[in-house]
C-alpha cells in the first residue's frame, strides 16, 4: 500500500506561482511512477505530469509543457509540481496518483494510488 498526501494549493493571482507537494508513505517508491493529473468542475481527470522515480525521466501532458515542472526528492519520498504563470484555467483539484509500473502512463484509470487532492483556484 501507498499513501498520498498533497498539499501546497490555495487561491492565487493569474500570473502567480504555486509548488504542490505530495509525500508518499507506505512502501519503496524504486519501482514506481508517480505523477499529478487535475480535474476541473464538470471536466475529466487530466494528466499533467508525470515522474519515474527511479531514474528521474519526466513526462507532461500535451498542453503542460513549459509552465509546469515536476520533480522528486528521494530522501523525503516527496514529489513536486511547480506551477508558474497560472492562469484561471489552471483552476482544479490536483491529484497525486502512483503505479507500480515504469511505464508513465496518461490515464488516470493504469494508477492504483490516489491522494485527497487539493484545491488549485486562480482569480482573474
Known amino acids: 500500500q501507498v499513501q498520498l498526501v498533497e498539499s501546497g494549493g490555495g487561491l492565487v493571482q493569474a500570473g502567480g506561482s504555486l509548488r504542490l507537494t505530495c509525500a508518499a508513505s507506505?512502501?519503496?517508491?524504486?519501482?514506481?511512477?508517480m505523477s499529478w493529473f487535475r480535474q476541473a468542475p464538470g471536466k475529466e481527470r487530466e494528466f499533467v505530469a508525470g515522474?519515474?522515480?527511479?531514474?528521474?525521466?519526466?513526462v507532461y501532458g500535451a498542453s503542460m509543457k513549459g509552465r509546469f515542472t515536476i520533480s522528486r526528492d528521494n530522501a523525503k519520498n516527496t514529489v513536486y509540481l511547480q506551477v508558474n504563470s497560472l492562469e484561471p484555467e489552471d483552476t482544479a483539484v490536483y491529484y497525486c496518483?502512483?503505479?507500480?509500473?515504469?511505464?508513465?502512463?496518461?490515464?488516470?484509470?493504469?494508477?492504483?494510488?490516489w491522494g485527497q487532492g487539493t484545491q488549485v483556484t486562480v482569480s482573474s
Open positions: 515522474i519515474r522515480w527511479s531514474e528521474g525521466n519526466t
Open positions: 496518483a502512483a503505479r507500480r509500473q515504469i511505464v508513465i502512463h496518461t490515464s488516470p484509470r493504469e494508477y492504483e494510488y
Open positions: 507506505g512502501r519503496t517508491l524504486s519501482t514506481y511512477v
